[in-house]
């Protein structure tokens, strides 16, 4: 039986896990405005091939492609209806990818919707994250990952449908940005604190931050969590550093050299699962993997 990913990270295991899905389908040719998500219908080789990537640069855990694959943003390309199809074609590429032994974390990202603006109530953002995970557990994913959170109710939301609708571990990361202050916020104003506080109360498994950032500035953000509390899990995906716009497209600079020239700083902060977000590429993975193995 496959351990879990709480004992293997609380045994003191640093689990390294996959790096971007968005750029990496760019760079395979996904045209502007398409629903990613349709791909694991469409192309399930390329998002396959992807997948198998990271896996062979050393992630022991990756995501599937249903980072949007609930109900209010697939409504934006008539696809709600397919949520279950959506989720579960995922998984069984993913899965076919990197083989039975290693970690499917079902990707959820945010709805694009919020409860703030009464845009939505909290009833109908319960039954979207509880039709995606179900819709991934029963496709034999291994792990919830919730991720890119900004607004805690969202996110407390997102992490109860889990909890309360699968037996899977349940992973809850936010995007937080540089303040002119010089701490940590995410557009909706929750600070890593807040966050821990409340992600744990609502029964996350493992929390952290994800995308905004570049590694460097991951490592006062785990910081913050770890002095908040000092046995959760802690999982980061940096981007390859910041973005700029060049020629019609995002480029990140950070290499594979830079972003792991930070593991070390981010192992002694708490981190325990280490992957990528926007701009990094199996290359990344693999240069984070050689150096947390020179660490453990």
């Not at 022991?60 to 249903?66: D, S």
């Not at 980072?67 to 409504?75: E, M, W």
């Not at 899965?95 to 290693?102: L, Q, S």
């Not at 792991?260 to 981190?271: D, F, T």
Request: aromatic residues 4%; charged residues 20%.
């Amino acid at each position: 039986m496959k351990t879990k990913l709480t004992e293997r990270l609380k045994n003191g295991e640093i689990i390294i896990s996959d790096g971007a899905l968005g750029t990496m389908l760019q760079s395979a040719g996904i045209e502007p405005g398409t629903c990613p998500e349709t791909w694991n219908i469409d192309f399930p080789e390329k998002i396959e091939a992807i997948a198998k990537a990271y896996a062979d640069a050393g992630s022991e855990a990756v995501e599937t492609n249903t980072f949007g694959a609930n109900r209010f943003k697939l409504s934006h390309y008539g696809l709600q209806n397919q949520v279950t199809e959506l989720n579960r074609k995922a998984v069984e590429i993913t899965r076919r990818a990197i083989g039975p032994d290693k970690i499917v974390l079902g990707s959820v990202g945010p709805t694009g919707v919020l409860l703030m603006m009464g845009e939505v109530s909290e009833d109908e953002l319960y039954e979207a994250f509880s039709e995606q995970c179900i819709a991934l557990a029963s496709a034999g994913a291994d792990a919830i990952c919730i991720e890119t959170m900004t607004a805690l109710d969202e996110a407390t939301l997102a992490v109860k449908a889990a909890k309360e609708n699968t037996n899977l571990e349940v992973i809850c990361t936010m995007t937080f940005d540089k303040t002119i202050q010089g701490d940590f916020r995410t557009m909706m104003g929750v600070s890593p604190e807040e966050m821990t506080h409340v992600l744990i109360a609502a029964g996350a498994d493992i929390i952290g931050t994800n995308c905004g950032n570049g590694m460097e500035n991951m490592i006062p953000i785990v910081e913050e969590i770890r002095r908040t509390n000092s046995g959760i899990p802690i999982l980061v995906h940096a981007n390859a550093g910041k973005p700029h716009y060049h020629d019609g497209k995002n480029i990140f600079d950070e290499t594979p050299e830079i972003t792991a020239s930070y593991i070390p700083r981010l192992i002694n902060a708490g981190a325990t699962c280490i992957g990528g977000c926007c701009g990094t590429t199996p290359d990344h993975i693999r240069k984070i993997k050689q150096v947390s193995e020179n660490i453990i």
